[in-house]
Structures are given as C-alpha cells and as structure tokens.
C-alpha cells in the first residue's frame, strides 16, 4: 500500500486544500487516536504547534477528533517540535502532535505525530492510519459519557527551558558571548532567547514577532543572510538562526560567515569523540552531506554513515549502527543523547559549549573543512514523473560520465514538497553548475 497522505515527514499541503483540511485533521486524529488506544487507563495526546495563521483551523479540527474517540487533549500552544517530542514522554502521553509546515512559507501547514517514546511514527503505523481513515472510523466513536477532554498546558513552555539548559555542559556558562538568535517568527520565538538569556549570554534576537503570515519570511534557517547580516551590525560572537518549528538550525561565526549541518556534526564529532561521548564511532549524514565531511572525519578515523533525506531516515541509521550523533547539511541535528528527533536549539548549545570550553573564536573553531563546491537546485512539477522521461535519463547517464569518477550527482524528489531537487558536487566548480543547469533543464522540458 502506497501512503497517500503522509510523506517523509507527516501529512503537509497548502493550507484549507486537500489534504491540510479540517477535514483530513479530523480524520487523522480520529485513526491516529483509535489506533493509540490501548488498555484502560486514560489515554491523552498532547498538542504543540508554530505560529501560522492556519493553526488556528488544524488544532481545533485535530482535538475533535481526538476527543471523539475518548481521548484527553493537552494543548501547547507555540513550541517546538522537538519539545513536543520530548513532553510525550514527560507527561507519560499515548501521542503526540506537532501542527507545523516546519521551513515552508505560512500558507502550508502540516501535521507531524509522535509515538509514546518521542519518536516518529513508522511507515507502517502510518499506513494503518491511512486504513483507518478510508475505512473504520465510526467503529471507534467513544460513547457520550467516555469522550475527551481538552486542556491548556500553560507551563509547557517552561518544562522545555528548563530541559534545554541541562543539556548545556554545567562547568559552562555563555557569560561574555553575543549572540544573534533568529526564530524565523516561529515555534521556538520565546523559549530560545529566554534559554540563551538564562544560561549568560547576551542575547540580539530577531525573527520573534509572529503574525501568522510571516514565519520563515526572509529569516531562519532558510535565510540565514538576516542573521549574518545582524551578526556584523552588533559585532556579536555568534549566530544561531532556527526553521519555523525549530527541528533545524544553522549558525554564523563573528565574521557572519555560515556554519551548516555538515560543519556542526563535523565539530560536535571531533569534541565528543575527544571526551570520549561519542558512540558508533563515527557520525551519520544523508546523501547530501558534502564529500569534504566524509575526508575530514577520515582524518580523525571516523566514519561518515550516509542515510536517505529525512531526519527519520538518520535516526533510523543511528538505531542500527549505534551512533548517537546525527544530522543533514540542511541542519537537522539529532544528538540521541538528548533528543529523539532534531532540535536546533540543543544543537546549537552543544557548539556554544564547545567555544566557550576551548575559548577560541567561531571562525577557528567551526570552520572545520573546506567544502567541495556543491550547487543544488530545486524545480517543480505538477504531474507525472520528469524523471523517467527517457531523454532525461540519458543526459544523467552522460552527466556522470563527465565528473569521471572526480564528483557525483543526486536527483530526488522531495517527500515534503512538489519539486525534484538536483544535487551536483566535485573538484571542478564550473563542471558542476554546468551539470546542474543542464539537468534542470532537462527536467522543466520533460515536465511541461
């Protein structure tokens, strides 16, 4: 059975279209809270979310149906994803439900669900909520006196602070740092600055004034040029830029230069493998993670796992090799030491730890590797599959053969959103963006 509604990363679509409807959110609270069901006791879920204006529709069409098959809702508000996947947990939950198109403009929205360990729910769970919904929901109607209830959770946000600081080393403190926090207007606009604030440092924060409309709006992660740009006007030391749900980060040095997922899992392996902390020796990334990061961890006689695209797909990778450091270049980070999914936050504490341990500046200690030049680039599509387009697949083939064993390209489509994205990376930097041009070429002709 192929999902028809779930991707790489939960349900997603354009807001009040199918399938990110009150509707389907009904529906996928309705099969999602039957099939969490189990024994007697009072089953809850609990309910975080961003700052999209369509929030406001999803959250309450999800407690209905949640509600309606007797289960209790407790309700976030705006926090990160990886705090709700935390909170399964703490607050002993059956589910857990995070209302968010993660890096997406405000007019998507998705719903993302995790499981009672904090993890992400499987394909196949996934699949029998998908059965559920085409086919058995009324059979799991609570009767009238057993529906749940649904409830505020006003200190959610603090048990996360809270939580966050404790996995900051407890020798350190951030006292005499500056640092630039861009939430990307969303999820994590309150808990980030205050973590940061608490621990020492001072603090410059932007992307903290949602309206519903501007979340990931020329800031976060996806545009880390606003936090560059902050970075050199207030002189600070550091820069930490997080998506819309906080799950991913990226970072500046002082001289407003990028630090991405490769760079990060490239430090936090060298100083947790220093302490001897980390575990499977070695680190996992994607496809997608540059070259350059798989010599650079040869160097230091580690290895380099490379996963599908998708956080859960790392963490899968992690699980069966035992490490407990993994990540994208895009800056998903999952340190299982602490989290059970990415949380930008946390990764970007654990390389504030490792300045403030060794004292040196950002631009010596987080710049790790010269990458290999990499051009990605990413084209939509409406119908069918570009991609088996018999030409296409024949200028791949010679493609390829032009790197002659001195590069490689990726071409995939994206689980999240409609478009194919183009990857190409070697030593000749015009041989690689000549590729990618004639690739997406290819593509936009066999997709019209």
């Not at 059956?94 to 998507?108: C, E, F, K, R, T």
């Not at 085409?134 to 409830?151: F, I, M, V």
């Not at 606003?226 to 002189?235: I, M």
Request: charged share 25%.
């Amino acid at each position: 059975m192929t999902r028809k509604l779930f991707g790489t990363d939960g349900v997603r679509g354009l807001a009040n279209t199918f399938p990110m409807t009150p509707e389907i959110a009904m529906k996928v609270g309705m099969a999602a809270g039957r099939l969490f069901t189990r024994g007697e006791h009072r089953h809850r879920v609990v309910i975080g979310k961003d700052t999209r204006l369509s929030g406001y529709m999803i959250e309450p069409a999800l407690v209905a149906g949640f509600t309606s098959v007797g289960m209790d809702v407790f309700q976030f508000g705006p926090l990160p994803t990886p705090a709700v996947a935390m909170l399964v947990r703490s607050l002993r939950a059956d589910l857990g439900v995070m209302i968010s198109a993660s890096h997406n403009p405000y007019h998507d929205n998705g719903i993302k669900l995790f499981g009672p360990d904090g993890n992400k729910l499987s394909d196949a769970t996934e699949h029998e909520i998908e059965a559920l919904m085409a086919n058995g929901l009324e059979a799991g109607l609570a009767a009238p006196a057993k529906l749940g209830r649904a409830k505020r959770v006003d200190d959610s946000q603090a048990r996360y602070i809270e939580f966050a600081k404790r996995t900051f080393p407890k020798h350190l403190r951030l006292e005499g740092l500056r640092i630039v926090i861009d939430c990307a207007n969303g999820a994590a606009y309150k808990v980030a600055p205050a973590v940061l604030w608490e621990l020492g440092a001072e603090i410059f924060p932007i992307g903290v004034d949602p309206d519903g409309f501007n979340i990931n709006d020329d800031c976060g992660s996806t545009h880390p040029e606003a936090l560059a740009a902050k970075v050199r006007e207030v002189r600070a030391d550091f820069g930490i830029a997080l998506d819309g749900d906080a799950d991913r980060v990226v970072m500046s040095d002082e001289r407003g230069h990028i630090i991405d997922g490769d760079q990060i899992l490239a430090l936090i392996a060298k100083s947790w493998s220093k302490s001897g902390e980390l575990k499977g020796g070695g680190v996992v990334g994607t496809v997608m993670s540059n070259m350059a990061l798989d010599r650079y961890l040869e160097g230091l006689g580690l290895k380099l796992g490379r996963a599908k695209v998708g956080d859960r797909y790392v963490i899968e990778m992690m699980r069966q090799g035992g490490f407990n450091v993994g990540g994208e270049q895009s800056g998903h980070i999952v340190l299982d030491d602490f989290c059970t999914t990415g949380d930008g936050l946390i990764a970007g504490l654990q390389v504030l730890a490792v300045l403030a341990e060794e004292g040196k500046p950002a631009s010596e200690a987080a710049h790790l590797f010269e990458p290999l030049p990499q051009v990605l680039e990413n084209v939509r599509f409406r119908n069918g599959s570009p991609l088996e387009d018999p030409r296409f697949t024949a200028l791949l083939k010679d493609c390829e053969a032009r790197f002659n064993g001195a590069g490689r390209i990726l071409v995939r489509k994206s689980g999240t959103e409609p478009v194919i994205r183009v990857m190409a990376e070697g030593e000749d930097e015009k041989l690689v963006r000549a590729v990618v041009r004639d690739l997406t070429a290819a593509i936009r002709d066999a997709a019209v």
